[in-house]
């Protein structure tokens, strides 16, 4: 059975092995190799980033929540050489101006009263950690169906022959 009778049978994705899995991935070209890889680490980080946008104290303005966003690989200030290093991921954490507070909020700081410091301290809140380590293994989940998923299609365009 070739991986093009595999594709057609309506039962492939709840079948398909990791083992076969990774030997249809291996046989495709790198374009789409990287194209099924970045579908899945997307729907991973959404995932991540959803947690955390619901994770985030709400406060006066809810700037954290609206702060919280997802930035490809591709779009990294070392975007070109992760690219030639083959990493393809996606980064979740605050944007700025919005989340610039973010660290202290999580982190914790010294307290700081009618502008003078203390030796008190603001407890972090711990909210980003504490939401990506709940959503861990939705996160494998989501990545493993969109992979599966993705993979089905890539491996489908690769067997309808190009256009001249």
Request: hydrophobic share 35%; charged share 25%.
């Amino acid at each position: 059975m070739s991986v093009g009778d595999k594709i057609h049978s309506s039962q492939t994705v709840q079948f398909l092995g990791i083992e076969k899995m990774q030997k249809q991935f291996d046989a495709l070209p790198g374009t789409l190799q990287r194209r099924v890889l970045r579908q899945a680490i997307t729907a991973g980080g959404t995932a991540v980033a959803r947690a955390v946008r619901k994770a985030a104290p709400k406060g006066e303005t809810g700037n954290l929540k609206k702060a919280v966003k997802k930035k490809p690989s591709s779009k990294w200030r070392s975007g070109r050489q992760a690219a030639k290093k083959g990493i393809i991921g996606t980064t979740i954490g605050h944007q700025r101006p919005q989340g610039a507070h973010s660290h202290l909020v999580e982190h914790g700081h010294k307290a700081v009263y009618w502008g003078h410091a203390s030796s008190d301290r603001v407890a972090g809140a711990n909210y980003f950690l504490k939401a990506v380590g709940r959503v861990r293994g939705e996160v494998r989940a989501k990545i493993t169906n969109k992979a599966k998923a993705a993979l089905v299609k890539a491996i489908t365009k690769s067997l309808v022959p190009k256009k001249k």
